[in-house]
């Protein structure tokens, strides 16, 4: 590891004493280079993450991968800290685009025994490893299932990203047998009794394919116990032929209010602004609750 890496390692780590919210910017901007280029496959490690604290298999050949293994810690912490702020045991998280599992894992440690996380997750290499996670950490409350949700029940192709955490579907063209996923609504295969607990949170971050996933979940709108955090942007919607506003008006139409999730600086504290419809950014975390 380079000096300079290490430097970025050591400032970045003392500055998350005060919140965690400077770790993965201070590292970004102090470790030189391409922190997200993506290397040559690496045999994987096994090590314990934080903040779920369970056994991970992590390659150095992915930026997100790598920057958990450097830290021992998930980089996304302004979503670990919804999670975190929300969930109770005896919850349900239901995590769609789970990808390697750092939230659905945040989650079960969250939720407890008492409690329920489904993880969906199109990419089937990406749930065999979430699936050996869950295996070797013993986890009896997470379920990983292996398809994409969308808005009408089919079979769809994933088209591969710069990294594991850019794939998106393609609803451009039909799939060949060997590519062929299989996509559902989430009302006809989210379990009833999964909804029946105190708080429902359900995260979508798939690339631009946000507002399909929830045009396949009207039952799960309707109901009153039900979160929703949601990555917005037009830059990945405009391959799916709508922008943010799209989300903001199904939720608005439904009686939601919009709020955006972010970590203090200052301290280990989460605060929530209300939006009253899409911000300049190019994709960012909007939690969508009623009341």
């Known amino acids: 590891m380079s000096m300079r890496n290490e430097f970025a390692m050591l400032a970045a780590n003392t500055a998350a004493r005060i919140s965690p919210w400077w770790r993965f910017r201070l590292w970004v901007r102090l ?7 993506i290397r040559e496959p690496v ?25 958990a293994i450097q830290f021992a ?8 800290a919804v999670l975190r702020c929300l969930l109770r045991p005896g919850d349900t998280f239901i995590d769609v685009g789970a990808n390697l599992g750092f939230l659905a894992l945040t989650a079960a440690r969250q939720v407890g025994s008492t409690g329920r996380v489904l993880a969906f997750e199109a990419n089937r290499e990406l749930t065999d490893r979430l699936m050996r996670v869950v295996h070797r950490n013993r986890i009896d409350n997470l379920t990983v299932l292996s398809m994409a949700l969308g808005a009408t029940n089919g079979h769809v192709v994933l ?12 609803f451009s063209r039909p799939p060949t047998p060997d590519e062929s996923i299989a996509m559902r609504r ?10 029946d607990a105190r708080l429902v949170l359900v995260k979508i971050d798939v690339e ?3 507002l399909a996933v929830l045009q396949g979940m009207p039952r799960l709108l309707a109901r009153r116990n039900v979160q929703f955090l949601v990555e917005v942007g037009d ?4 391959k799916f032929g709508w922008c943010s506003n799209d989300i903001f008006q199904l939720f608005g139409a439904t009686g939601y209010r919009a709020y955006l999730p972010r970590l203090s600086p200052f301290a280990d504290r989460l605060r929530m602004r209300q939006l009253s ?15």
């Not at 088209?159 to 393609?170: A, E, Q, V, Y």
């Open 159 to 170: 088209t591969k990203g710069k990294h594991h955490g850019t794939n998106f579907i393609d």
């Open 186 to 195: 989430a009302d006809e295969v989210i379990p009833a009794d999964a909804l």
């Open 235 to 238: 830059k990945h919607a405009r």
């Open 277 to 291: 419809g899409p911000i300049d950014k190019t994709c960012y975390d909007v939690l969508f609750r009623r009341g």
């Open 43 to 67: 045999a994987p490690v096994w090590m314990r993450v934080q903040p779920h604290g369970y056994e991970m298999e992590l390659s150095r050949s992915d930026w997100m991968e790598r920057y």
């Open 31 to 37: 470790t030189g280079g391409n922190p997200y280029e």
């Open 208 to 210: 631009g394919a946000e």
């Open 73 to 80: 810690h998930y980089y996304q912490d302004d979503a670990v």
